[in-house]
């Protein structure tokens, strides 16, 4: 699917399908007002005897408007004019590329459409890219019968002013690479896991860094992972019949020697909660505990595909969470990497535990910051909701850089504290710590146990259990592609 930027002149509208957007009660668009006049008022029409009127959600196609040269004219409702959110603007630019189901060529005029928070012309055409690929997803490789592919074969981006198009063409590059890290993160998250195992992600990995010249790969397997005394990360692992991984990547986008940015990915291919087993029904969905490992490889594709001058490592700490006679047991004690000594209360908190030692793992790279990303607790879904990703950092500076990023991206994330306090829930009376701080503040007690992971460094931790996926009831279950938007953003952000 190809997507450009055109610069339109209002009176040489193109002949084929357009995207229009519709306020409610109010002004009509310039491109609306332009079809109206052609159509001898037909839109005015529509609106007055109330067929179509703008709300929010509302779609309506025509065919063949009499007047025009228009083989389709999709109508988008666009609500009450100044109260279209960011988010709004997003899933209505979705539900409209949906609705072009047997279009080949189309225009979209959904740029004219003011969005709260004077968001730029620019802004709009990225959001656009980064929906027209939502709006397109599909995860059919395990069907019989594929679902119709989509027919879009060209989209063009309208703007009418000439001063903005270079802005705009560089947004929509940006927006087409962080789209192609967002649908690796989809395919890979989609992946259920008798397929998508440590070994299979270590290979996509692999595969990835074939693709581009600025990124490198390397994978340690079990027996270098003890030579380090991973004893967290393998204590998870010790009851998978799959080997646990370690993948580490790197993109170096720029010559000059900088220190990198680390990005650590949980990568449980499947959660079964381990001997702390979860009941049935909350295990369903827990092929997406691989979410943050999803969006690192995501990232690092999108960050090739843009070819930005930065330096980044990705770290994978890959493992699979089973019950069993040869797994690990609430109460054992791990050691891990950096010596510090863990009582496992729940086998069910392994999150924490293998990205205990990946944290550990980054001090060798010196890095600038490192950010970790995870499906950490349930407990940030109660707390958020399934619209903000958690964020906890023990650096402020980056902390207001990354909620600013997903801001911007409308990939939004919102504060937690990691006040000393909650320290206190972790302690053990037999080990340093406890793995896990009983039910209270869940989301805030796991980053505090991180946090000891992560003093040698400036450091963020981003739970997105709520944000990566859909992850509970039958039909809806989906990766997101969340957070590969907020955090390109703040890369891009960083060299610019
Ligand atoms: N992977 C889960 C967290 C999770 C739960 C993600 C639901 C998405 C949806 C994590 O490993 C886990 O099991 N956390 C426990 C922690 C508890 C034992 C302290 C939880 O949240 O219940
Ligand atoms: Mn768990
Ligand atoms: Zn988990």
Redesign the pocket.
Known sequence: MKLSIQLTQREKLPKTSLIVGIIEGGELTPTAKAIDQTSHGFLTKLIKQGAFEGKMGQILPLYHLEGTRYEHVLLVGCGKKGKLSPAGFRKLTVNAVKALSKVTHATTYLTEVEVMGEKSLAWKVKQIAEAVSDGLYRFDLFKSEKEPAPVLKELAIAISEAKQEKACVEALKQGQAVAAGMTLMKNLANTPSNICTPTFLAEQAIALAKDYAALSVEVLGEKEMKKLKMGALLGVSQGSAEEAKLICLEYKGTTKKQAPIALVG?G?TF?S?GN?L?PAD?MV??K??MCGAASVLGTMKALAELKLPIHIVGIIPAVE?MPGGTAYKPEDILTSMSGQTIEV??T????RLILADALTYCERYQPEAVIDIA???????IALGFHATAILSNNAPLEKALLEAGEESNDRAWPMPLWEEYQEQIKSPFADMA?????PA?TI??ACFLSRFAKKFHWAHLDV??TA?M??GTQERMATGRPVPMLMQYLINRTS
């Open positions: 949980k449980v959660d909660g702390s979860k909350a969905g827990m997406y505990d969470n209360i729940s069910d908190a392994e999150g499906t950490l607790t349930g407990a940030v879904v793995n896990i701080g009983g039910r869940g007690t796991a259990a709520g996926a992850m509970s």
